[in-house]
Antibody, heavy 120, light 110 residues
C-alpha cells in the first residue's frame, strides 16, 4: 500500500537549518507531483512547496521563498525539504503529500508528519 | 496570498445536511476549478474528500459533495453521521502558481 514517511524534524535554534526527508513506497513515485504542507500547533494547514514529477517545476509559498528548497530523488523514491534561516513561525508539523493521479493540485496520500520546533 | 475564508464552525444533528462555504477571490476560486476539500481528525493527517470542485476520489462516501459558484466553493455533507465530526479545509490553486488553504471549519455533530 502507499506509504509516505517523513523524517528529519526536531528542535532547532532560530537562524538554524534542517533537512526533512519523505520516503515513498507502494506507488510509482516518479510519476507523481509532490508537496510539503505544514500545520503550526493548534492552527490550520499551510501549503509550503510543490515539485513536479520530474523535478523541473517548483513553486514556493511567499512565506518560505528564498529560505526553503524542495527537491526529489526519483531513483531513491524520496522527497526533501531543505530549510534555512528558520524562524519561530516555521514551527509546525510538516507533511509530505502526493498528488492525485492526473489531477492537478489535489493531494491523495499524506505522511504522518514530522514536527519542527524553532526555539532558542 | 490570504487564506480562503471559511466559517469557524458548523453544526448539525445526525441525519441532517450541512454546508461549509469557502470564499476566495478573483485570483483563485473564481478563475480555477482546482478546488479541493480535506477532512482532518485531531492529530491525524488530512484526507482528500473532493477534487476539482465537485469530484469525489475513489472510496469517499457519496454523502460528501462539492460545488462552486463565482468565488465561493461549498462542501455539503448529507445524512450527517457522528464520524463526520472533524476539521474541514478547502484549497484553491491561485494565479501566482501557489496553493492557498481555507481557514478551516470544525464540524460538530450534535
Amino acid at each position: 500500500q502507499v506509504q509516505l514517511v517523513e523524517s528529519g524534524g526536531g528542535l532547532v535554534k532560530p537562524g538554524g537549518s534542517l533537512r526533512l526527508s519523505c520516503a515513498a513506497s507502494g506507488f510509482s513515485f516518479s510519476d507523481y507531483y509532490m508537496s510539503w504542507i505544514r500545520q503550526a500547533p493548534g492552527k490550520g494547514l499551510e501549503w509550503v512547496s510543490y515539485i513536479s514529477s520530474s523535478g523541473s517545476t517548483i513553486y514556493y509559498a511567499d512565506s518560505v521563498k528564498g529560505r526553503f528548497t524542495i527537491s526529489r530523488d526519483n531513483a531513491k523514491n524520496s522527497l526533501y525539504l531543505q530549510m534555512k534561516n528558520l524562524r519561530a513561525e516555521d514551527t509546525a508539523v510538516y507533511y509530505c503529500a502526493s498528488g492525485l493521479w492526473r489531477q492537478l493540485w489535489s493531494f491523495e496520500y499524506w505522511g504522518q508528519g514530522t514536527l519542527v520546533t524553532v526555539s532558542s | 496570498q490570504s487564506a480562503l475564508t471559511q466559517p469557524a464552525s458548523v453544526s448539525g444533528s445526525p441525519g441532517q445536511s450541512i454546508t461549509i462555504s469557502c470564499t476566495g477571490t478573483r485570483s483563485d476560486i473564481a478563475v480555477y476549478n482546482y478546488v479541493s476539500w480535506y477532512q482532518q481528525y485531531p492529530g491525524k493527517a488530512p484526507k482528500l474528500m473532493i477534487y476539482e470542485a465537485s469530484n469525489r476520489p475513489s472510496g469517499v462516501s457519496n454523502r460528501f459533495s462539492g460545488s462552486k459558484s463565482g468565488n465561493t466553493a461549498s462542501l455539503t455533507i448529507s445524512a450527517l453521521q457522528a464520524e463526520d465530526e472533524a476539521d474541514y479545509y478547502c484549497t484553491s490553486y491561485t494565479s501566482s502558481s501557489t496553493l492557498v488553504f481555507g481557514t478551516g471549519t470544525w464540524v460538530t455533530v450534535l
